[in-house]
C-alpha cells in the first residue's frame, strides 16, 4: 500500500513513523530539507523535497499510484488544495487536515467537492475526547466503539477500593457488572487477564462495556462516584478549549475560560455567550486563586505550551481538584507528567494520526470476511483494540465462543448484535452482521481468523 505524506510536522511525522514501522510505502514531502534528512536517518521511508501543492512533486512522488495522499501542513487551504490535486493525478484516496472551525462547519460540502475520502480536525478530537474524560472523570482515558454505544475506559482504582485483592470472576460474580477487563497494566507488565487474576492495587484497568453499565460500575468504584463535574476551569483560549466549552455548555456545565490575549478574549465571548471568559495569565497562580481554582470540579490545562499546562495542572492537583487535565504536543514528556499523578493526558498529535492510522489500517483488509472498522493502540502501543464488522458467513461464525480455539493474548471483548450489547460468555456466539471488539496483544491481527489457532 503506497502512502504520500504532505508536511513533516508533529503530525506528518508521527504517522510517518506509525506506517513505516508496519512495511506500508511511505513517501514523505516537505519544503524543509533539515527536517527531511533527520526523517529518513531514522526512518525506513522515501522523502522528497518540494511543495505538496505544486503538480511536478506529486508526479516526482508517484501520485498516480498511491493508494492515499495524507495532507497534514499547518495550511487548511493547503492541505485542500494538495488533495484535491492528488485526486486529480490519479491518488485512489484523500485526507486532509483542516482545523479552521469556519471551514469545518461546511466540511460536507468540502468533502465532496473536494473528493476526499476524510477529514480530520485535530482540535475537535481531542475537544471530544475531554468531554468524554468529564463525563467519567474517574477513568483515566476512554476509547468508543460501534459508533459510541461501546466504551473501553482506562481507571486505576483507589487504594481503598473493594476491588484491590478481588479475581475477576469474583468482581463479575459478587457486583453483577456487565463489564469485562479486558488488559491490565501492572509495572510496566501488561497481561489480557482470564478469571482467575487477582486485581492489586496500583493496577491500570481497561474496562469495555456499554454507557450506561459503566455508570452503574463507577457508582460502585469510582472515588467520584456521588459527585458530577458541574464547574469547569480551562486554561487557554485557542480552537480545543473553544470546541470544548461548546460542548460542555450544551451539556449544563458551568465554564470558565482563562486567555492572555484580549482580542481572543473578545472572540471568545462573542462565540461563547454563556462562558465566562477571564483575561489574564493563567500561570498566575493567585490569579487561578482568584477565580475559584478551589471550586472547580475539574481543571483543564489547553495553552500552547506543554511546561506551562504542565506547571498550572501541578498547582491544582495541589489545590485538591479533583479532576485535571493536561493537553501536551510532546508524547515523550508522558511518562514524567504521569510520575507527577498527572493521569489524564490528551494530545493533539497524536489524536489525529492515531484517527489517520486507524482509517489506513481499516482500509487495509477490505476483502476480508470482516471489516476493522474501528482500531485503538492502548498501553503505549503493547496492546491494540480492534473492531470487526463480520460480513459474511466463517470459520468462526455459529460456533459457541468456548468451542473457538483462540490464540493466548486474545481476548473477544464485546458483541454488539443489532441494538443488543453482549459482554460474551463461553456459551454466545459470533453472527454474521456483528460488531466483535477484539483486544489482543498481536499487532498483526488483520481479520477474526487471525486470533483462531490452525487447526
Same mark, same amino acid.
Given at each position: 500500500?503506497k502512502?504520500?505524506?504532505? %508536511? $513533516?510536522?508533529k503530525? %506528518?511525522?508521527e504517522?510517518a513513523?506509525?506506517?513505516?514501522?508496519?512495511d506500508?510505502? *511511505?513517501?514523505?514531502?516537505d519544503?524543509? #530539507?533539515?527536517?527531511?534528512?533527520?526523517?529518513?536517518?531514522?526512518?525506513?521511508?522515501?522523502?522528497?523535497?518540494?511543495?505538496?501543492?505544486?503538480?511536478?512533486?506529486?508526479m516526482q512522488a508517484?501520485?498516480?499510484?498511491a493508494?492515499?495522499?495524507?495532507?497534514?501542513?499547518?495550511?487548511?487551504?493547503?492541505?485542500?488544495l494538495?488533495?484535491? /490535486?492528488?485526486?486529480r493525478?490519479?491518488a485512489k484516496?484523500?485526507? @486532509?487536515?483542516?482545523r479552521n472551525?469556519?471551514?469545518?462547519q461546511?466540511?460536507?460540502?468540502?468533502?465532496? $467537492?473536494?473528493?476526499?475520502?476524510?477529514?480530520?480536525?485535530?482540535?475537535?478530537?481531542v475537544?471530544?475526547?475531554?468531554?468524554?474524560?468529564?463525563?467519567?472523570?474517574?477513568?483515566?482515558?476512554?476509547?468508543?466503539?460501534?459508533?459510541?454505544?461501546?466504551?473501553?475506559?482506562?481507571?486505576?482504582?483507589?487504594?481503598?477500593?473493594?476491588?484491590?485483592?478481588?479475581?475477576?470472576?469474583?468482581l463479575?460474580?459478587k457486583?453483577? *457488572?456487565? /463489564?469485562?477487563?479486558c488488559?491490565v497494566?501492572?509495572?510496566?507488565? *501488561?497481561a489480557?487477564?482470564?478469571?482467575?487474576?487477582?486485581?492489586?492495587?496500583k493496577?491500570?484497568?481497561?474496562?469495555?462495556?456499554?454507557?450506561?453499565?459503566?455508570?452503574?460500575?463507577?457508582k460502585?468504584f %469510582?472515588?467520584?462516584?456521588?459527585?458530577?463535574?458541574r464547574?469547569?476551569?480551562?486554561?487557554?483560549?485557542?480552537?480545543?478549549?473553544?470546541?470544548? @466549552?461548546?460542548?460542555?455548555?450544551?451539556?449544563?456545565v458551568?465554564?470558565?475560560?482563562?486567555?492572555?490575549s484580549?482580542?481572543?478574549?473578545?472572540?471568545?465571548?462573542?462565540l461563547?455567550?454563556?462562558?465566562t471568559? /477571564?483575561?489574564?495569565?493563567?500561570?498566575?497562580?493567585d490569579l487561578?486563586?482568584? #477565580?475559584?481554582?478551589?471550586?472547580? $470540579?475539574?481543571?483543564?490545562?489547553?495553552t500552547?505550551m $506543554?511546561?506551562?499546562?504542565?506547571?498550572?495542572?501541578?498547582?491544582?492537583?495541589?489545590?485538591?481538584v479533583a479532576?485535571?487535565?493536561?493537553?501536551?504536543?510532546e508524547?515523550?514528556?508522558?511518562?514524567m507528567?504521569?510520575?507527577?499523578?498527572? &493521569?489524564?493526558?490528551?494530545?493533539?498529535?497524536?489524536?489525529?494520526?492515531?484517527?489517520?492510522?486507524?482509517?489506513?489500517?481499516?482500509?487495509?483488509?477490505?476483502?476480508s470476511?470482516?471489516?476493522?472498522?474501528t482500531?485503538?493502540?492502548?498501553v503505549?502501543?503493547?496492546?491494540?483494540?480492534?473492531e470487526?464488522i463480520?460480513?459474511s @458467513?466463517?470459520?468462526?461464525?455459529?460456533?459457541?465462543?468456548?468451542?473457538?480455539?483462540?490464540?493466548?493474548?486474545?481476548?473477544i471483548?464485546c458483541? @454488539?448484535?443489532?441494538?443488543?450489547?453482549?459482554i460474551?460468555?463461553g &456459551?454466545?456466539?459470533?453472527?454474521? %452482521?456483528?460488531s466483535?471488539?477484539?483486544?489482543?496483544?498481536?499487532?498483526?491481527?488483520?481479520?477474526?481468523?487471525?486470533i483462531?489457532?490452525?487447526r
Amino acid at each position: 500500500m503506497k502512502i504520500i505524506i504532505i %508536511g $513533516d510536522g508533529k503530525v %506528518g511525522n508521527e504517522l510517518a513513523k506509525l506506517l513505516s514501522e508496519e512495511d506500508y510505502d *511511505v513517501v514523505l514531502i516537505d519544503n524543509n #530539507e533539515k527536517k527531511l534528512k533527520e526523517a529518513i536517518d531514522r526512518m525506513d521511508i522515501i522523502c522528497i523535497h518540494g511543495d505538496g501543492a505544486s503538480a511536478d512533486v506529486l508526479m516526482q512522488a508517484d501520485v498516480a499510484h498511491a493508494d492515499l495522499v495524507i495532507a497534514c501542513t499547518s495550511t487548511d487551504e493547503c492541505n485542500m488544495l494538495s488533495c484535491l /490535486i492528488a485526486r486529480r493525478l490519479g491518488a485512489k484516496h484523500t485526507i @486532509a487536515r483542516v482545523r479552521n472551525p469556519i471551514y469545518y462547519q461546511q466540511i460536507d460540502i468540502l468533502k465532496q $467537492d473536494l473528493h476526499l475520502s476524510m477529514a480530520v480536525n485535530p482540535e475537535l478530537i481531542v475537544a471530544e475526547e475531554i468531554s468524554r474524560l468529564i463525563i467519567f472523570p474517574d477513568a483515566n482515558k476512554i476509547e468508543t466503539f460501534v459508533k459510541g454505544r461501546v466504551e473501553l475506559v482506562e481507571f486505576q482504582p483507589p487504594a481503598d477500593s473493594p476491588m484491590i485483592g478481588m479475581t475477576l470472576a469474583e468482581l463479575y460474580t459478587k457486583y453483577q *457488572v456487565k /463489564i469485562l477487563v479486558c488488559a491490565v497494566e501492572h509495572g510496566g507488565d *501488561v497481561a489480557i487477564p482470564d478469571g482467575d487474576y487477582k486485581i492489586c492495587e496500583k493496577d491500570t484497568l481497561h474496562i469495555a462495556a456499554e454507557h450506561r453499565e459503566l455508570e452503574k460500575f463507577f457508582k460502585l468504584f %469510582g472515588s467520584r462516584r456521588r459527585d458530577k463535574i458541574r464547574r469547569v476551569m480551562i486554561c487557554g483560549g485557542g480552537r480545543v478549549s473553544y470546541y470544548l @466549552a461548546s460542548r460542555l455548555i450544551a451539556m449544563g456545565v458551568q465554564v470558565k475560560i482563562i486567555e492572555l490575549s484580549e482580542s481572543r478574549c473578545e472572540q471568545l465571548c462573542e462565540l461563547l455567550p454563556k462562558a465566562t471568559v /477571564i483575561n489574564g495569565d493563567a500561570t498566575d497562580h493567585d490569579l487561578l486563586t482568584e #477565580e475559584g481554582l478551589a471550586n472547580a $470540579d475539574a481543571f483543564i490545562a489547553l495553552t500552547g505550551m $506543554d511546561e506551562e499546562n504542565i506547571i498550572m495542572s501541578l498547582f491544582a492537583r495541589s489545590q485538591d481538584v479533583a479532576k485535571v487535565i493536561v493537553k501536551i504536543n510532546e508524547d515523550r514528556r508522558a511518562a514524567m507528567i504521569r510520575e507527577f499523578g498527572l &493521569d489524564s493526558l490528551v494530545s493533539a498529535k497524536s489524536a489525529v494520526a492515531n484517527s489517520i492510522w486507524q482509517y489506513v489500517r481499516a482500509r487495509k483488509n477490505s476483502q476480508s470476511s470482516a471489516n476493522v472498522e474501528t482500531l485503538y493502540k492502548l498501553v503505549g502501543g503493547k496492546i491494540e483494540a480492534l473492531e470487526f464488522i463480520v460480513k459474511s @458467513a466463517s470459520s468462526y461464525t455459529d460456533i459457541p465462543l468456548k468451542n473457538l480455539p483462540i490464540k493466548p493474548n486474545n481476548l473477544i471483548a464485546c458483541i @454488539a448484535r443489532k441494538r443488543k450489547i453482549i459482554i460474551p460468555n463461553g &456459551d454466545d456466539s459470533i453472527q454474521v %452482521g456483528d460488531s466483535v471488539i477484539v483486544v489482543t496483544k498481536d499487532k498483526r491481527i488483520q481479520d477474526l481468523k487471525d486470533i483462531l489457532k490452525v487447526r
